[in-house]
């Protein structure tokens, strides 16, 4: 299959593919222990350093969207790449500074200090990634073949499905690195110190660069139109739809015109209003080519604002889950301690086994039973995605019922161990079905955004896949800090108590699965109703025969 992968989509693409996975294994390798870090060195209550990992991550995950206009508009991509990857490395070098002076600090004020330069080094590594990731990306989709500059709309053309593989294996790349980070970091995190724990992901950055580099040779380079400015061009169509609102006047024409009109023997080919067709084709400084530009962003945000909480779903291993798996029974045989934060590898590692049986077994059958050339839509695949992580959400509530009733079990008969007998695989469902619903949603995330964008705002469509989670997380500490107001109130426990056996996240994992499963209606409802650019492309040009 990975000979294939090579055949169709070519070195270059490979080549980055695997510079993915080495950037994944860097910031897993940091992001999924960190709350470890918070509440164990840094000394962070549970729902402080939750919070601070939520937004860290939102912050990071925002940062494309701010970076990719003027990575469409005014950088080349390749040195983007370079640029922010030496931001990014040195985020990685500040913060293993922060946990050699952390250790060798015993004064309050230095280890004060110490924190501050923590974060800093945190959102260092952020702005470095904002740049990064979506260009790198982006720059992965220029390698395929020049004439597949947009994908197709012709029902007879089979190109989308290079396309689906590119996201396929970049996917499958970004999971391969995402499981060597999380598995073998936390290990050494909690074996063998921070230190190590963090120069290990710095020296895997600093070679995805040095790896980077030396493939100059073979990458394609798409020369970028210095007419396009999509930032001005969309507060430009901003600014004159507000004026025209302002100073609007209504103006009925006179009933010789309406006549004219009414005995033209051949109709009016009006543009579709949802349709893209023609958008690359237009002067990038004419207004109907910056209203498109505008009008692209506008349709995709309720598909959007319905993603949110899925998002806000997949903030919970790396937080709370991880917590959870801190109070159950570790150990396999007599020495050795399974680190926590170990099983968000099973996400990871389900997406890396069960992809090829999504091309290879459920493509095929989908394929037959609705005759659709890609087996089922990108709509389709997402809304599988959601619904199955609400499920993953209601096992996790269930879970953590079992294991709240046997820890106060323990507290009746006396015992004052925190561990709970109830081994950590209990949790193993939850993430495995986390992991099945990524296969769907975000690998159906990355084409939606990319087809449904013009050409020249590709970074742009990853920076919005990437603000999906972004705001997500901003949107899952906001939760947090909602809930634990309420339930904190009238001298009550908070459901994020730092005792576990007093914390209540199984109510909290109901109401998440609750909010989930309202958002799926919605967004079922949504994209029953949108009509894709493919789809309006087509309707406008038979309009126009």
């Keep these: 299959m990975a000979g294939t992968a090579r055949k169709r989509l070519g070195n270059s693409c490979i080549l980055l593919i695997m510079i993915s996975g080495m950037e994944r294994f860097a910031y897993k390798g940091v992001a999924s222990n960190l709350i470890t870090y918070l509440t164990d060195v840094v000394k962070m209550s549970n729902s402080s350093a939750a919070k601070t990992v939520n937004s860290w991550c939102g912050f990071t995950s925002m940062v494309p969207l701010l970076i990719a206009p003027f990575a469409d508009s005014y950088w080349d991509r390749y040195y983007t790449i370079v640029a922010s990857s030496l931001v990014y490395v040195a985020g990685l070098v500040a913060l293993t500074s922060t946990a050699i002076m952390s250790r060798a600090s015993t004064d309050q004020a230095n280890k004060t200090s110490s924190s501050s330069f923590l974060f800093w080094s945190l959102y260092l590594i952020s702005l470095g990634q904002g740049g990064y990731n979506p260009s790198l990306q982006a720059f992965g989709a220029d390698q395929l073949d020049s004439e597949e500059e947009e994908l197709p709309t012709s029902e007879d053309d089979k190109k989308p499905n290079k396309k689906s593989l590119f996201f396929q294996w970049w996917y499958f790349g970004v999971c391969s690195g995402t499981v060597l980070g999380i598995s073998v970091m936390s290990y050494i995190q909690d074996n063998f110190g921070w230190i190590l724990g963090f120069a290990i992901p710095m020296i895997s950055m600093v070679t995805s660069v040095v790896v980077f580099s030396c493939g100059s040779r073979i990458y394609t380079y798409k020369q970028r139109n210095d007419d396009y400015k999509p930032v001005v061009s969309i507060l430009q169509v901003i600014k004159a739809a507000a004026w025209k609102l302002l100073n609007c006047k209504v103006k009925l024409p006179n009933e010789n015109k309406v006549t004219e009109l009414e005995l033209q023997g051949k109709p009016l080919c009006l543009r579709n209003f ?272």
């Design 274 to 545: 949802g349709s893209n067709e023609g958008l690359n084709n237009e002067h990038p400084k004419s207004s109907v080519y910056k209203f498109e530009n505008a009008k692209v962003i506008l349709r995709l945000l309720p598909i959007w604002l319905m993603l949110l909480m899925f998002a806000v779903i997949f903030q919970q291993p790396s937080t709370f889950f991880t917590k959870q798996g801190m109070t159950m029974k570790r150990n396999i045989g007599s020495n050795f301690l399974i680190p926590p934060a170990t099983l968000q590898s099973a996400i990871a590692l389900s997406i890396v086994l069960l992809m090829p049986l999504y091309d290879k077994v459920l493509i095929p059958i989908t394929k037959v039973l609705t005759c659709n050339e890609k087996g089922i839509t990108v709509m389709q695949r997402m809304g599988i995605g959601i619904f199955t992580s609400v499920i993953a959400l209601i096992i996790a509530a269930i879970v953590e019922t079992r294991r709240l009733h046997i820890s106060r079990k323990m507290e009746m008969l006396g015992s004052q161990s925190e561990t709970v007998p109830l081994s950590i695989f209990w949790l193993l469902p939850q993430y495995i079905l986390l992991g099945i619903s990524d296969i769907f949603t975000v690998v159906g995330m990355q084409e939606f955004f990319y087809s449904e964008f013009p050409i020249k705002m590709r970074t742009m469509a990853f920076a919005l896949y990437t603000s999906v989670f972004g705001v997500g997380s901003y949107l899952s500490a906001f939760l947090i800090s909602t809930v634990e107001t309420i339930t904190s109130s009238n001298g009550n426990k908070s459901w994020f108590c730092d005792d576990m056996s007093e914390a209540r996240l199984d109510k909290y994992y109901w109401f998440l699965a609750a909010s989930s499963a309202l958002s799926f209606l919605f967004f079922v409802i949504i994209s029953s109703c949108y009509t894709s650019k493919r789809d309006l492309d087509l309707d406008s040009n038979e309009s126009c025969k």
